[in-house]
């Protein structure tokens, strides 16, 4: 059973830095594009970056130059490393993988950030 598991969440202040790690397990298909989303209570889930297997990035407008996404793939991880965090950047932060042979990508369970001083 396919599972994507997030790591490194939780409160930190404004201006800070947070770094997020997501492992898919449970499959022998090949990981494609894999993507962090996020929602924000009383709105809707949005793209904030994605990486495709070989590397290339793609940001959401409101991270461009704050945030980065990298990936190991020979540990299926991805990784968003979150810098000059501001409070419009508390949400619940999910995981998202496409797998080969899939029709639908993949979900983590979601890791709460909180942006506060």
């Known amino acids: 059973q396919v599972q994507l598991v997030e790591s490194g969440g939780g409160l930190v202040q404004p201006g800070g830095s947070l770094r997020l790690s997501c492992t898919v397990s449970g499959s022998n298909f090949r990981i494609n594009t894999m993507a962090w989303y996020r929602q924000a209570p009383g709105k809707a889930r949005e793209l904030v970056a994605s990486?495709?297997?070989?590397?290339?990035?793609n940001y959401g407008d409101s991270v461009k130059g704050r945030f980065t996404i990298s990936r190991d793939n020979a540990k299926n991880t991805v990784y968003l490393q979150m810098d000059i965090l501001r409070p419009e950047a508390t949400a619940v932060y999910y995981c998202?993988?496409?797998?080969?042979?899939?029709?639908?990508?993949?979900w983590g369970q979601g890791t709460p950030i909180t942006v506060s001083s």
């Open positions: 998202n993988a496409a797998l080969s042979a899939h029709t639908r990508p993949f």
């Open positions: 990486i495709t297997r070989g590397g290339t990035p």
